[in-house]
Structure formats: structure tokens, C-alpha cells
């Protein structure tokens, strides 16, 4: 089955280390994204794919970096800098193009990252 | 920032009855699309509306669109307990076609 897989699902970290979270997708997509999901907030990006060994910032970067070394791949490092990463983290993935429906987006399950 | 509001944010009815969502969006969009986000897991798309369609429908679900009132409508019917989640609009940002969410509306059925 194609899908998207994250690890791990949940995530304890203390104050001052860094933390890697996988992002794995087999449905050959080309676009991969970073979503923060906060208690009774939206999403919000953090950083997005669109090929390899290419990516851009989303709207709230500060403290995160990622790599884009293989299509399917798209691993997301909270660093040190982040003063607040507790929070919901979701990875997904779309095609691109001009394809009418091409950058609808399908999601992995999701990883709860704690800082204690 | 959001470009899409759902409302209200949140919702009880009855096991049977019809849910209805509303969204609404800021800027000009050339789609619109409904996820669902059972607790704790990733989102599931639902169904996607473009800008030159009025209603579009999909087993249960029908999605209605208004761009000149820039807002869209999630109607759920003959509503299951399994229907129980958070429903979010999403619409690309004009400036680099990210999908942008807003905050969702909370569902939930009663039995």
C-alpha cells in the first residue's frame, strides 16, 4: 500500500537537545511538507519540497531545518533554537504541476513531540 | 496567517441529523478542499471544490462554494457516530500555491 510513514509517533525530549522526526513516502510524489499542529489551532507550515536538494521555508521555520536528499524522504529537525516545540507534527506529500487536483495532500499519522 | 475560518468551532448533534461547516477565505482562490482529522492522527482528504463549481457532492458529503461571499459550505447527512472529528477548510495561498488551513470545527455525534 502507498502512503506516507512517520516516525516515531511520540517523542520525548529535554530542553536543549535536538530531535530528527522521518518522514517516508512510496506514492512518488514530488512535493513533501512540514506541518505544526498546536491545541485548538490550524496547521502551520514549516517547510516545504518541491524537488530534491530543494526546499523553502514555510511561514514559522525559526528553529527547525530539514533535508531533501531523496524523493522519498523528508526528515524534519526540531534544534535547540525552537522555545516552544511541544506540539503535533505532520508530514505530507502532494504532486505537482498544473494538474487540476495535483497539490491535494495526503498525510502521515502524525508525531507528538513532548519537551520536558 | 489563516486564510480560511471555519465555523462554528464546534458542533453536538444527534446521531441521524445533518452537520453543516462553514468556511470562510480571504483572497481569491482557484480551489478549495475539506479534510477530516480523527483525534490524534493526520488528516484525510475529503473532497475538492474548484472556483468555477457551485456544489459538489460525494457520497454524504455535499460541498457548496460562493466566491462572491468567498465562503464555502461542508454538509454532512444522515450523520454516523464514526463521523466524529475535526473538519478543516484549505485553500492555496495566491503567493505559492501552499495549501493554507484554518482552524477546523470540531464534530461531534451524540448517539
Known amino acids: 500500500d502507498g502512503g506516507i510513514t512517520q516516525s516515531p509517533k511520540y517523542l520525548f525530549r529535554k530542553e536543549g537537545q535536538n530531535v530528527t522526526l522521518s518522514c517516508e513516502q512510496n506514492l512518488n510524489h514530488d512535493a513533501m511538507y512540514w506541518y505544526r499542529q498546536d491545541p485548538g489551532q490550524g496547521l502551520r507550515l514549516i517547510y516545504y519540497s518541491q524537488i530534491v536538494n530543494d526546499f523553502q521555508k514555510g511561514d514559522i521555520a525559526e528553529g527547525y531545518s530539514v533535508s531533501r536528499e531523496k524523493k522519498e524522504s523528508f526528515p524534519l529537525t526540531v534544534t535547540s533554537a525552537q522555545k516552544n516545540p511541544t506540539a503535533f507534527y505532520l508530514c505530507?506529500?502532494?504532486?505537482?504541476?498544473?494538474?487540476?487536483?495535483?497539490?491535494?495532500?495526503?498525510f502521515g499519522a502524525g508525531s507528538r513531540l513532548t519537551v520536558l | 496567517s489563516q486564510q480560511g475560518e471555519e465555523d462554528p468551532q464546534a458542533l453536538s448533534i444527534q446521531e441521524g441529523e445533518n452537520a453543516t461547516m462553514n468556511c470562510s477565505y480571504k483572497?481569491?482562490?482557484?480551489?478549495l478542499q475539506w479534510y477530516r482529522q480523527n483525534s490524534g492522527r493526520g488528516l484525510v482528504h475529503l473532497i475538492l471544490?474548484?472556483?468555477?463549481?457551485r456544489e459538489k457532492h460525494s457520497g454524504r458529503l455535499r460541498v457548496t462554494l460562493d466566491t462572491s461571499k468567498k465562503s464555502s459550505s461542508l454538509l454532512i447527512t444522515a450523520s454516523r457516530a464514526a463521523d466524529t472529528a475535526s473538519y478543516f477548510c484549505?485553500?492555496?495561498?495566491?503567493?505559492?500555491?501552499?495549501?493554507?488551513f484554518g482552524k477546523g470545527t470540531r464534530l461531534h455525534i451524540l448517539p
Open positions: 471544490i474548484r472556483s468555477n463549481e
Open positions: 505530507a506529500s502532494s504532486l505537482q504541476g498544473a494538474i487540476p487536483g495535483a497539490n491535494v495532500l495526503t
Open positions: 484549505a485553500t492555496p495561498r495566491n503567493r505559492d500555491d501552499k495549501i493554507i
Open positions: 483572497t481569491s482562490i482557484n480551489n
